[in-house]
């Protein structure tokens, strides 16, 4: 199986600062990579999809980047909105498909 | 707009079936060439994804549940179903189903989620 791991799994910051959360993958997914946002009781939505593509909709202060291994979401100017748990998912043709990240708590300082 | 929406009993006893159903709606199960799956999320913790249908049935599921999943699709009523056999208290978890669009390998519309426990 490929493993996610985030870095930091929380991360406390001021509305304005700029922010960076780290995704690694155990093995090379290419770009096959995604980004969400969960806020308590409500389903996963999706920010950035293979690694930098930004979904439609979402804010552009949030930017992905990366391949291989490692990916970054980065949000150049947080907003109050902002503050909730952030995952990242991998895709691959091996088994399982599609897995996650352990997530990362994004917080009010 | 697309939606999806997840039914089905909340509570299932240990070593029954659990069986939910999400339909949608603002858009076509067979068109498009969607994959829909379903994925859940054990209380306060990440996400764990279980299985997904194409419109014509095939099927693919994460090898962890694999022995225990059945994953069915009813393009009549725009509705798509999971079974998940033998539960356990493990099973607790709030269910998502959700559609992949071509070309993206991740998840662009999802259900609010359905919490299912466990329990005698």
């Known amino acids: 199986d490929i493993q996610m791991t985030q870095s930091p799994s929380t991360l406390s910051a001021s509305v304005g600062d700029r922010v960076t959360i780290t995704c690694r993958a155990s093995?090379?997914?290419?770009?096959?990579l995604a980004w969400y946002q969960q806020k308590p009781g409500k389903a996963p939505k999706l920010l950035i999809y293979k690694a930098s593509s930004l979904e439609s909709g979402v804010p552009s202060r949030f930017s992905g980047s990366g391949s291989g291994t490692e990916f970054t979401l980065t949000i150049s100017s947080l907003q109050p909105d902002d503050f909730a748990t952030y995952y990242c998912q991998q895709y691959n043709t091996y088994s399982p498909r599609y897995t996650f990240g352990q997530g990362t708590k994004l917080e009010i300082k | 707009q697309v939606q999806l929406q997840e039914s089905g009993p909340g509570l299932v006893k240990p070593s029954q079936t659990l069986s939910l159903t999400c339909t949608v709606s603002g858009g076509s199960i067979s068109s498009g060439g969607y994959y829909w799956s379903w994925i859940r999320q054990h209380p306060g913790k990440g996400l764990e994804w279980i299985g997904y249908?194409?419109?014509?049935?095939?099927?693919y599921y994460n090898p962890s549940l694999k022995s225990r999943v059945t994953i069915s699709v009813d393009t009549s009523k725009n509705q798509f179903s999971l079974k998940l056999s033998s539960v356990t208290a493990a099973d607790t978890a709030v269910y998502y189903c959700?559609?992949?669009?071509?070309?993206?390998?991740?998840?662009?519309?999802w259900g609010q989620g359905t919490l299912v426990t466990v329990s005698s």
């Open positions: 093995q090379n997914i290419s770009s096959w």
């Open positions: 959700a559609r992949e669009p071509p070309g993206y390998n991740c998840f662009d519309y």
């Open positions: 249908i194409y419109y014509s049935g095939s099927t």
